[in-house]
Protein backbone atom coordinates (compact mmCIF):
# COMPACT_ATOMS: atom_id res chain seq x y z
CA UNK A 1 0.00 0.00 0.00
CA UNK A 2 1.40 3.53 -0.96
CA UNK A 3 0.32 6.42 0.72
CA UNK A 4 0.25 9.90 -0.53
CA UNK A 5 1.59 13.32 0.90
CA UNK A 6 0.06 16.82 -0.41
CA UNK A 7 1.69 17.50 -3.68
CA UNK A 8 4.26 15.18 -3.81
CA UNK A 9 5.56 11.93 -5.37
CA UNK A 10 4.14 8.87 -3.05
CA UNK A 11 6.22 8.23 -0.12
CA UNK A 12 7.46 4.42 0.41
CA UNK A 13 6.74 2.30 2.85
CA UNK A 14 10.19 0.54 3.39
CA UNK A 15 12.67 3.01 3.71
CA UNK A 16 16.39 1.97 3.37
CA UNK A 17 17.36 3.90 6.85
CA UNK A 18 19.73 1.60 8.07
CA UNK A 19 23.63 1.82 7.23
CA UNK A 20 26.50 -0.74 7.32
CA UNK A 21 29.98 0.18 7.19
CA UNK A 22 33.48 -1.45 7.47
CA UNK A 23 36.68 -0.90 6.93
CA UNK A 24 39.37 -1.54 4.40
CA UNK A 25 43.05 -1.53 3.01
CA UNK A 26 43.77 1.05 0.47
CA UNK A 27 44.44 -2.40 -1.80
CA UNK A 28 41.09 -3.96 -0.75
CA UNK A 29 39.23 -0.67 -2.14
CA UNK A 30 40.98 -0.43 -5.49
CA UNK A 31 39.63 -4.00 -5.83
CA UNK A 32 36.58 -3.16 -4.70
CA UNK A 33 36.69 0.14 -7.42
CA UNK A 34 37.73 -1.86 -10.15
CA UNK A 35 34.79 -4.38 -9.82
CA UNK A 36 32.31 -2.09 -9.67
CA UNK A 37 33.81 -0.53 -12.92
CA UNK A 38 33.80 -4.00 -14.64
CA UNK A 39 30.15 -4.50 -13.45
CA UNK A 40 29.09 -1.34 -15.08
CA UNK A 41 28.40 0.84 -12.14
CA UNK A 42 30.88 3.32 -12.17
CA UNK A 43 30.49 6.74 -14.04
CA UNK A 44 32.94 9.65 -14.30
CA UNK A 45 32.17 11.23 -11.25
CA UNK A 46 31.63 8.31 -9.06
CA UNK A 47 32.90 4.45 -8.84
CA UNK A 48 29.65 3.48 -7.00
CA UNK A 49 31.51 0.66 -4.86
CA UNK A 50 28.67 0.74 -2.16
CA UNK A 51 25.41 0.04 -4.64
CA UNK A 52 28.01 -2.41 -6.50
CA UNK A 53 29.03 -4.03 -2.69
CA UNK A 54 25.00 -3.80 -2.19
CA UNK A 55 23.57 -5.28 -5.17
CA UNK A 56 26.64 -7.89 -5.00
CA UNK A 57 25.69 -9.49 -1.48
CA UNK A 58 21.82 -9.72 -1.94
CA UNK A 59 22.62 -11.36 -5.79
CA UNK A 60 24.87 -13.77 -3.35
CA UNK A 61 22.07 -14.38 -0.49
CA UNK A 62 19.54 -15.10 -3.36
CA UNK A 63 21.28 -17.69 -5.05
CA UNK A 64 22.11 -19.05 -2.33
CA UNK A 65 25.81 -18.81 -2.18
CA UNK A 66 27.23 -16.95 1.11
CA UNK A 67 29.30 -18.05 4.05
CA UNK A 68 27.64 -17.76 7.51
CA UNK A 69 30.03 -16.81 10.57
CA UNK A 70 29.68 -19.03 13.18
CA UNK A 71 30.58 -17.76 17.22
CA UNK A 72 33.88 -19.35 18.52
CA UNK A 73 32.96 -22.58 20.95
CA UNK A 74 34.35 -21.15 23.91
CA UNK A 75 32.99 -20.36 27.38
CA UNK A 76 32.60 -16.49 28.02
CA UNK A 77 34.27 -18.22 31.48
CA UNK A 78 37.24 -18.96 30.23
CA UNK A 79 38.01 -15.63 28.23
CA UNK A 80 37.01 -14.05 31.75
CA UNK A 81 39.71 -16.15 32.90
CA UNK A 82 42.00 -15.14 30.52
CA UNK A 83 41.95 -11.25 30.70
CA UNK A 84 43.68 -10.52 34.34
CA UNK A 85 45.98 -12.92 33.52
CA UNK A 86 46.86 -11.23 30.00
CA UNK A 87 47.12 -8.18 31.85
CA UNK A 88 49.64 -9.38 34.60
CA UNK A 89 52.26 -10.21 31.86
CA UNK A 90 51.51 -6.78 29.91
CA UNK A 91 52.34 -4.97 33.38
CA UNK A 92 55.61 -7.47 33.84
CA UNK A 93 56.77 -6.72 30.74
CA UNK A 94 56.25 -3.11 31.20
CA UNK A 95 58.12 -3.68 34.27
CA UNK A 96 60.89 -5.83 32.49
CA UNK A 97 61.73 -2.90 29.66
CA UNK A 98 61.73 0.12 32.33
CA UNK A 99 64.26 -1.86 34.60
CA UNK A 100 66.86 -3.72 32.14
CA UNK A 101 69.88 -2.95 34.52
CA UNK A 102 69.81 -6.86 36.03
CA UNK A 103 70.62 -9.50 33.37
CA UNK A 104 67.64 -11.83 35.78
CA UNK A 105 65.02 -9.21 34.57
CA UNK A 106 66.71 -9.49 30.81
CA UNK A 107 65.83 -13.19 30.78
CA UNK A 108 62.64 -13.11 32.74
CA UNK A 109 61.53 -10.64 30.27
CA UNK A 110 62.41 -12.83 27.53
CA UNK A 111 60.60 -15.64 29.00
CA UNK A 112 57.62 -13.27 29.90
CA UNK A 113 57.42 -12.31 26.18
CA UNK A 114 57.37 -15.87 24.41
CA UNK A 115 54.49 -16.48 27.66
CA UNK A 116 52.79 -13.07 25.96
CA UNK A 117 53.28 -14.48 22.16
CA UNK A 118 51.66 -17.38 23.09
CA UNK A 119 48.33 -15.99 25.24
CA UNK A 120 48.36 -14.14 21.84
CA UNK A 121 47.57 -16.85 19.77
CA UNK A 122 45.81 -18.68 22.24
CA UNK A 123 43.66 -15.52 22.17
CA UNK A 124 43.09 -15.36 18.22
CA UNK A 125 42.80 -19.06 18.07
CA UNK A 126 39.99 -18.48 20.33
CA UNK A 127 38.10 -15.43 19.01
CA UNK A 128 38.82 -16.33 16.01
CA UNK A 129 35.21 -17.02 13.71
CA UNK A 130 34.82 -20.06 12.33
CA UNK A 131 33.32 -19.84 8.38
CA UNK A 132 31.66 -22.41 6.41
CA UNK A 133 30.02 -22.03 3.18
CA UNK A 134 26.36 -22.97 3.08
CA UNK A 135 23.96 -23.09 0.27
CA UNK A 136 20.37 -22.20 0.80
CA UNK A 137 18.49 -25.56 0.89
CA UNK A 138 20.78 -27.25 2.65
Known amino acids: ?14 TKDKEIKFSCTEEVYDFFVEQSKAAGYATEKRTNVSKFLHDFILTMIHEGHYQSVQAPAVSRDLLIELVPVANNLNQAMHLCHTAVTDLNLVDLGKKIESIRKVMMALTTTISAPKVSIVKQGE
Open 1 to 14: MTTFNKGGAPKKEV
